[in-house]
């Protein structure tokens, strides 16, 4: 997606541990006219999977499903990182381990809000190491839910993530690949 | 907003200790058709106020709030968390306790992307004692910024949050405003 390529090479910023921060249009501060932009190109890539469930896990993920979801017609489901009062305790977990926090997060999704009749396209702004979607894809595979694929706005393409989930069949819509990274320039993957 | 109260009435549940869960369309599964509506709403009710920022907190307020954006035509800001590797030292914080979470946050907004020529305007999907808006009015403060008001989807109107904004002078705008509730039934306000 050119209208994203263009945008991280403008406003994207390269930091020391192979981080790029994109918090001033797409993680933070969020673009609204981009990210609807995001939400259409991913749904024009989905469009004749027959969705019923968009997931993702809190908090950064949640724009970009919300904007994927407008153009889809599916409702949102977004996995939790803690468990709050508002929460009941028949949930599907899975481990995550987040490298920007630091830390390894039990996610969980509530057992009625998705199903064996469900069919999940798992949405997020990054896809570095493939933690997030791993958790997503086992809490899909624990419902019985079907996996109609993943759609990122950023993969590392030279982290091993989107790689290992292709190599095992997995549908992944990247709307930009950077397969290298330097503090001086961005290299991506040329996509059809 | 009579949609979004039918909605609580069919598919809210009340628990103890006050709590309603509304996990089936608002903050856990979003029905996106719902989503939309309460964007749209917003929108109308702070189109004239030349909103240059819509700020929340992480994660239940991000999908209001990027509905809220594609209507007001302005970006959204969330305030994070926690302080993750991509975040900048340089950010305006506020505590902000929680009482789903049963805990107090740190809750932190870079000072890149808010500053005294902005004009915000305050999303929530809840208010109750209102301490989540408290921090992000403290974080409005600490910028300079000035605060067009609040919009909240569901005001717990028995709770002292939103009367001590009013009494502030704070514009609050709920779209659902529950004077009562009881295992049996709910009574909202009246409305214009």
């Known amino acids: 997606m ?21 918090s001033g249009f797409l993680n933070h501060l969020i673009d609204e006219q981009l990210l609807d932009e ?5 749904s024009v890539r989905f469009c004749g999977e ?3 469930k968009i997931m993702t896990i809190e908090a950064s993920g949640i724009a970009i499903a919300c904007a994927t979801a407008r153009y889809l017609k599916a409702p949102v489901l977004f996995a ?19 490298y920007t926090h630091g830390n390894v997060a039990n996610v969980i999704v509530e057992k009625e809000f998705l ?11 990054f896809l570095a190491h493939g933690e997030a979607v791993n958790g997503l894809i086992e809490i899909v595979r624990q419902a019985g839910a079907e996996l109609a694929g993943c759609a990122i706005a950023i ?3 030279f982290q091993d993530g989107g790689a290992k989930l292709r190599a095992k069949g997995v549908r992944v819509e990247s709307l930009a690949i950077i397969d290298s990274m330097t503090d ?8 059809n």
Chains 1, 2 share one sequence.
């Open 50 to 52: 027959h969705v019923t």
């Open 115 to 125: 199903t064996s009749a469900d069919k999940v396209l798992i949405v997020d702004d």
């Open 155 to 157: 993969e590392k393409g």
């Open 184 to 191: 001086d320039s961005l290299t991506f993957r040329e996509q």
């Open 38 to 42: 995001i939400g259409r190109e991913i």
């Open 80 to 98: 939790k990182k803690s468990k709050t009062s508002n929460v009941s305790d028949n949930c599907y977990s899975a481990s995550v381990k987040s």
């Open 2 to 22: 050119k209208l994203l390529e263009q945008r991280i090479l403008e406003d994207g910023k390269v930091y020391p541990g192979e981080v790029l921060k994109v």
